[in-house]
């Protein structure tokens, strides 16, 4: 097994107009836009997903104009999460997980289940919606992360269910919302975004070089000393994992920049 896991950095979607003529080179047209990020970053995550289904074909598109080890986290639909009684989602689950996803092939990263501000943390329910995540889809394992946003999942009671059922809970360093930096899953999943489009890096040089170093000890197998958890008696198994980091919102003129910088802090030499 190899000492440390692999470690892909990238942007919120790849159709933005600030990007291009910055990030995307002048007149490249709009339908090479995918293919272009994806050889300058090695991650993507879709948004595009939590509002509305694709089709298969779709899927299968983006998978082939996207080089080997690229890889596509999807952010599952606001139906699935954005409901009063959460295990009583599984029609809607199922119809996120069964609209062609698994068309990307190896290129299908994690799951990121979001869940709004509003949502509180209830023991039972949220361990319904969890039993109703399937660990595999058409021979495909899936990695699934939970990005909750309220105060009442800051309790070590998540962490368990989280680790219990092998979901990642998202790292999300936010102005707002709650930072939960517990591995309880076999991969990590951050969402930074607290960038700034006044620097070209997306964040300054040295909080670059903070994250770098974070990721990883993650990758090592390790956890970072300096970020907050709500279940610090607990320990994860010293093992190498793969991290996916996303620059989103806040910056996002400068967010391929800060990817691709940070790639470059987090490659072996």
């Not at 933005?16 to 300058?40: D, H, I, M």
């Not at 952010?75 to 999460?81: C, H, N």
């Not at 809970?169 to 930072?179: F, I, N, S, T």
Request: charged share 30%; hydrophobic share 35%.
């Amino acid at each position: 097994m190899s000492a440390s896991g692999a470690i892909r950095t990238g942007i919120g979607g790849w159709t933005f107009e600030p990007w291009e003529g910055t990030f995307y080179p002048e007149k490249l047209p709009k339908k090479r836009q995918l293919e272009f990020a994806s050889r300058e970053l090695t991650a993507i995550e879709v948004n595009g997903t939590y509002y509305g289904s694709q089709k298969p074909e779709t899927f299968a598109k983006w998978a082939s104009e996207v080089p080997d080890g690229f890889i596509f986290s999807l952010k599952a639909s606001r139906f699935t999460t954005n409901r009063k009684v959460l295990a009583e989602g599984g029609e809607s689950v199922q119809k996120f997980l069964t609209q062609g996803l698994t068309e990307l092939g190896d290129h299908l990263g994690p799951i990121l289940w979001q869940f709004p501000p509003t949502k509180k943390f209830e023991p039972e329910d949220f361990e319904g919606f969890l039993k109703l995540l399937p660990e595999k889809l058409d021979g495909l394992l899936l990695k699934h992360a939970l990005e909750v946003r309220n105060e009442t999942f800051m309790t070590p009671e998540f962490a368990a269910l989280a680790r219990k059922y092998k979901a990642a809970v998202v790292y999300a360093q936010h102005e707002d919302y709650p930072e939960i930096a517990d591995v309880t899953a076999g991969f990590v999943y951050a969402r930074l975004q607290k960038g700034s489009d006044d620097i070209k890096t997306c964040y300054p040089e040295k909080a670059l070089s903070e994250w770098a170093g974070r990721f990883k000890e993650w990758a090592g197998g390790g956890e970072p000393s300096d970020l907050p958890k709500i279940d610090p008696e607990t320990k994860p198994a010293k093992k190498a994992r793969d991290v996916f980091a996303f620059f989103i919102t806040s910056g996002k003129v400068n967010a391929p920049n800060g990817a691709r910088e940070l790639q470059k802090r987090t490659q072996p030499r």
